[in-house]
């Protein structure tokens, strides 16, 4: 027997993104969270513009180190944003289906002629928008200020290097925002999901970088007496850390906007044979670099989603 | 006249519980249809099975000829729900609410506008349109409900608990807002634990227990059935004795309720018998009356005898 069902998944599927993202565009929460990571990067990029001015150097990316560079105490725009960015994701989905749940609306919208699909994917998509928004407006704000300040056009490579990075942001953002969905549906009151997300997001801001050489200690032990095994050690703890899209998200941020790393792993002497230290990478190459971290978390994101998606499919909607 | 809603041998295990156990249900097209049942006999969940919106572990179901598994989309074109303590976006205006559930109709927007327009009239909240959601009553609420399932010019309503929790005002306006929709030709499946009210708007009710269906029927006819056709005759008399009076009637028993006051059971209709006895003992009869048998003792007696006959077997 065919059990094809009729019509289409996407029927519905624009409303409920664009009304998500009316919602969020005009919640307080939303407002709230985007005034932190305005005013966060906005002072970092400040105090970095700053100290750009008085070390005068001769650089070739100089408008780039306006992203990366740290300024003592604060950490740099991307280090900012790759703290910060899984916060507005969780902000924006911590309760998007137990809310519905909650507020009792889940049974009439689904009586609505959409699929469940519909409400699930046009949730995920209303964030989506709403970060996409949200970053565009960060950036050129940020590269409006560079100009601004440094009375410096960025070049035409720094312009494309700018924007693979805003595309890395968006993916890493979407990751959380993928896991902030899973957990509203798997908990039933939103505080609970609001805490499970953050407490996957402390992990792996914070303690992942401590837990990964511990783990990978446990795995290998390390023989002073056979260097193997401090290779095997090292290769293992960044597998490990390489777990957390915090890390993922740290180096392609370092590979676009600092051209001249050459490797994101283990470099071994032989390998630098007859290299030109400190010479930047063609942009071509820069990306190829940091393909697999794009690959791995565009697939962690398809994963997240599907999990999630299965598990909306197969839940009860009765309270 | 056509069957809207048919369902043959539906069951919906949750688990090891069973929610609904083996549903046959037909109702007609223009009917107001009463799911009848305390809370947990599985009337919400029979609601759902109907809308496609949880699966039956066995059985068929058919809504306007449609199967709401496989044609969801066009079974809830036309099948407008009001879920049991309906929730709407509490930041979001009554307009906008109703906005929303049109957008997610396809309705295009003019059409849309004009639609809700007409439909908050009907409820009567124009008023309030623009006003937001977290403002309204309950009973407010429930109307915003019955607007969001006209809007989308349903053919049939499945209402659940509409009045659950509702003030004796509000619900006679529900009630009197649910006539009128059946009027404009609206077939109407409503539920309720309240069996009282239901029995005054119901053509024909079913009562659940324990995930199957009791009785099915129309009102007076279920009454006849199961009170077994007998009449309840309330009587007020002086001076005279009712008890005795009437001894050497057959079929009627005679209850004593407080001194003055008397209810006989009988076959029959015994009004003019009784009143011919007192007057005739030198009594005064002050009232007598016959008691409508409510749908509550119908449902009390036919499931205490059900549960009778399960424990003797």
């Known amino acids: 027997m065919r059990r094809r069902r ?33 005013l966060t990067a906005l002072g970092a990029v400040y105090a970095t513009i700053g100290e750009i001015k008085q070390t005068f150097s001769e650089d070739q990316f ?71 928004i949200c970053l565009v407006t960060l950036w050129l704000l940020v590269t409006g200020l560079g100009i601004l300040l440094l009375g410096l056009p960025p070049s035409a490579e720094e312009i494309v290097r700018g924007l693979a990075f805003l595309l890395a942001s968006f993916v890493y953002a979407g990751v959380w925002l993928a896991v902030a969905l899973l957990f509203s549906i798997v908990f039933r009151a939103p505080a609970t999901s609001a805490l499970a997300a953050l407490t996957v997001w402390l992990l792996f801001a914070i303690f992942w970088s401590m837990l990964a050489p511990l783990i990978a200690g446990a795995i290998v032990t390390v023989d002073p007496l056979n260097p193997t095994t401090a290779v095997a050690h090292a290769e293992w703890q960044t597998a490990i850390s390489r777990i957390s899209p915090n890390m993922l998200y740290g180096e392609m941020t370092l590979a676009l906007l600092s051209p001249e790393t050459r490797t994101l792993g283990l470099v071994f002497a032989s390998q630098l044979h007859q290299a030109l230290l400190g010479a930047p990478l063609p942009v071509s190459e820069s990306l190829s670099l940091i393909w697999p971290q794009l690959a791995g978390m565009v697939a962690a994101l398809v994963v997240l989603f599907t999990i999630a998606y299965v598990t909306f499919q197969r839940q009860e909607i009765r309270a | ?106 309705l295009a927007s003019s059409d849309a ?56 005002q509000s619900t006679q306006e529900l009630l009197e807002l649910i006539q009128a929709l059946a009027r404009d030709g609206i077939t109407i499946v409503l539920s309720s634990h309240l069996l009282g009210m239901v029995q005054t708007i119901c053509s024909r009710v079913a009562l659940f227990s324990r995930g ?102």
């Not at chain 1, 009304?19 to 932190?36: C, F, G, W, Y």
């Not at chain 1, 902000?91 to 609505?112: C, H, K, M, P």
């Not at chain 2, 008399?237 to 009637?249: I, K, R, T, W």
């Open chain 1, 6 to 38: 009729e019509g289409s998944p996407f029927t519905g599927l624009a409303a409920v993104a664009l009304k998500e993202a009316a919602d969020h565009m005009t919640s307080a929460r939303i407002h709230l969270v985007m005034l932190l990571v305005l």
């Open chain 1, 62 to 132: 100089l408008f780039l180190r306006v992203f990366t560079m740290a300024q003592d105490p604060l950490p740099s725009f991307v280090g900012f944003l790759g703290f910060l960015l899984p916060l507005v994701a969780i902000a924006l989905g911590f309760d998007a289906i137990n809310g519905e749940y909650n507020r009792r609306t889940l049974s009439r919208v689904l009586s609505q002629p959409i699929y469940r699909d519909a409400l699930l994917t046009g949730k995920y998509l209303g964030g989506l928008i709403v970060i996409a």
């Open chain 2, 1 to 106: 006249m056509s069957a809207v809603i048919e369902t043959a041998g539906l069951v919906k295990r949750y688990g090891r519980t069973t929610a609904v156990d083996g549903i046959d249900l037909v109702v007609e097209r223009g009917e107001v249809f009463g799911l009848l049942g305390p809370n947990g006999s599985g009337k919400t969940t029979t609601i759902l099975l109907l809308l496609g919106l949880t699966e039956p572990t066995a059985g068929t179901v058919r809504v306007l000829g449609l199967d709401p598994l496989r044609q969801p989309l066009a079974v809830k074109r036309r099948v407008g729900y009001l879920p049991d303590e309906v929730g709407f976006y509490e930041r979001l205006t009554a307009r906008e609410n109703l906005s929303y559930s049109a957008r997610l109709a396809g």
């Open chain 2, 113 to 168: 506008r004009r639609r809700i327009d007409e439909v908050l009239a009907r409820v009567r909240l124009t008023e309030v349109a623009d006003r937001r959601v977290s403002t309204f009553s309950h009973g407010m609420r429930q109307r915003l409900g019955i607007a969001d399932l006209l809007l989308k010019r349903a053919e049939l309503a499945i209402l659940d608990e509409p009045t659950a929790g509702l003030d004796p």
């Open chain 2, 212 to 313: 199957r269906i009791g009785l099915c029927g129309r009102v007076d006819q279920l009454t006849a059935d199961v009170l077994g056709g007998r009449y309840v005759i309330e009587a007020e008399a002086e001076g005279a004795d009712l008890a005795s009076l009437l001894g050497d009637l057959p079929d009627a028993a005679t209850v004593l309720e407080r001194p003055g006051r008397w209810r006989v059971e009988a076959k029959g209709d015994l009004r003019p018998e009784i009143a011919r006895r007192v007057i005739g003992a030198g009594g005064t009869l002050q009232s007598i009356g016959l008691r409508q048998a409510s749908l509550d003792e119908v449902y009390a007696r036919y499931f205490e005898t059900e549960a009778g006959h399960a424990k003797a077997a």
